[in-house]
């Protein structure tokens, strides 16, 4: 019956590509614990099983008096043989708990070696499970994948990375990036339930599943003929997409819409509606700035290089569609560029101007050579700024500045929303 185990033993080995001696000696350990226990030994038990015929010896160990060390702890031990009669049913039980306890980990670890390297691919799944905190998503045939989704009020520590609205149903195909691959060898695994999670964590809220998923609808990304240079996005909801091209006969914007609109309408529809807007990306900040509120059309942007700092002048019936609802298109236009965005429409700037143009009577001149005054910019509520004008100068840093605006590089109209 022995010699049978072993060879059931290594056939299952050999099987699941699993080191014998690594196997034994995880056995060993474990019906050792298992024995100290069920025979009731105070200083635990050695288990030793032959390699060849497989038959498994208990010995109890008895601590030797000579043996103390100045801490107070046994180091040498008498091994006494308490071997039952009947060891196979324990040790079959054992066996099975080993094999399947090494083969997960296995698995982990050769997941973990192939996935770790490909952080930020693109991978399609198959939806197996959906659970209030988490989607399961089969990659292939025995990988799995993680889509979290947890309530961060409740779980603040987790991550969210499914868009706002979406929901998935069993065998529904979706494509995700991998954003990370847990190391089975650290010491704290996240467990839910019976089982661990999977290894792999992927995202589809993350601003580069969009960059993928024009790499594969747009040869000319992939080729890097066009390049994305900035991404922009509130998932779920609407983003931004800054394209260039190295080959001047070559429209870039044109590219990623591909005829008819197919190619955007390709990723699009992978992001269940979501708004995608493709613009140009220009090394002239002004005009960058311009391109990235589109659709509104924009008369006229002053740029602040060392602050970080754009004005944007819009027509009055532009101004709504410049904010967008709730500042959207603004906060994405200010995420894609990199740049504080104030924007304000003509008639206003026209009334700054006008205040800044004509001097004020109530002020005397050498004010202006006076340090510490404060900036004479009033706005159209009759509300002073607050801010300290600069030296030699009536306003601050920031209406300084509009008393350039006339003179201001006039960006081009921006491509219209794609």
Not at 258 to 272: A, C, H, Q, Y
Not at 349 to 368: F, N, Q, R, W
Not at 381 to 405: D, Q, T
Request: aromatic letters at 4%; one cysteine or more; proline letters at 5%.
């Amino acid at each position: 019956m022995a010699s049978e185990m072993m060879e059931a033993l290594m056939l299952l080995c050999q099987e699941k590509h699993i080191d014998e001696l690594y196997l034994l000696d995880r056995l060993e350990q474990s019906l050792a614990k298992s024995y100290a226990d069920v025979l009731h030994l105070p200083w635990g038990a050695k288990v030793t099983i032959d390699r060849t015929t497989g038959k498994i010896y208990v010995y109890r160990l008895e601590p030797v008096d000579d043996s103390m060390d100045e801490e107070g702890n046994y180091t040498q031990f008498n091994e006494i043989d308490v071997t039952p009669k009947d060891t196979s049913r324990i040790a079959a039980q054992h066996a099975k708990a080993e094999i399947n306890a090494i083969v997960r980990n296995a698995a982990r670890e050769q997941i973990y070696q192939e996935f770790s390297q490909r952080i930020g691919d693109i991978i399609t799944g198959t939806v197996l499970q959906s659970t209030p905190d988490f989607t399961i998503v089969k990659i292939r045939e025995g990988v799995e994948a993680e889509l979290p989704h947890f309530d961060q009020h409740r779980f603040p520590d987790e991550r969210n990375e499914r868009p706002a609205g979406e929901r998935y149903s069993h065998n529904q195909r979706i494509k995700a990036i991998i954003i990370d691959v847990r190391d089975p060898n650290a010491n704290v695994q996240p467990i839910r339930g019976e089982h661990s999670r999977p290894s792999i964590v992927i995202s589809r809220t993350h601003p580069d599943l969009i960059r993928r998923l024009f790499e594969l609808e747009v040869p000319e990304i992939y080729d890097g003929v066009v390049e994305v240079r900035s991404i922009a996005r509130e998932a779920g909801a609407r983003s931004k997409v800054a394209v260039s091209s190295l080959d001047d006969h070559l429209d870039p914007v044109g590219a990623c819409v591909g005829p008819k609109g197919s190619r955007v309408r390709t990723v699009v529809g992978e992001l269940r509606g979501e708004r995608v807007d493709v613009v140009l990306w220009s090394d002239d900040p002004a005009r960058c700035v311009a391109n990235a509120l589109s659709p509104a059309k924009v008369s006229r942007v002053l740029v602040d290089e060392e602050n970080n700092y754009a004005t944007v002048i819009v027509p009055d019936d532009q101004l709504s569609l410049a904010i967008g609802k709730e500042g959207q298109n603004a906060r994405l236009a200010a995420r894609l560029t990199g740049m504080h965005i104030d924007i304000k429409n003509e008639s206003l700037a026209a009334g700054v101007l006008s205040k800044m143009s004509t001097p004020a009577a109530e002020e005397p001149e050498d004010l202006i050579d006076e340090e510490g005054h404060r900036c004479e910019y009033v706005s159209p509520s009759g509300v002073r700024c607050r801010n300290m004008a600069r030296p030699g100068s009536k306003f601050c840093g920031v209406h300084e500045k509009m008393a350039l605006v006339d003179s201001a590089e006039v960006s081009s109209d921006p491509d219209s929303l794609i």
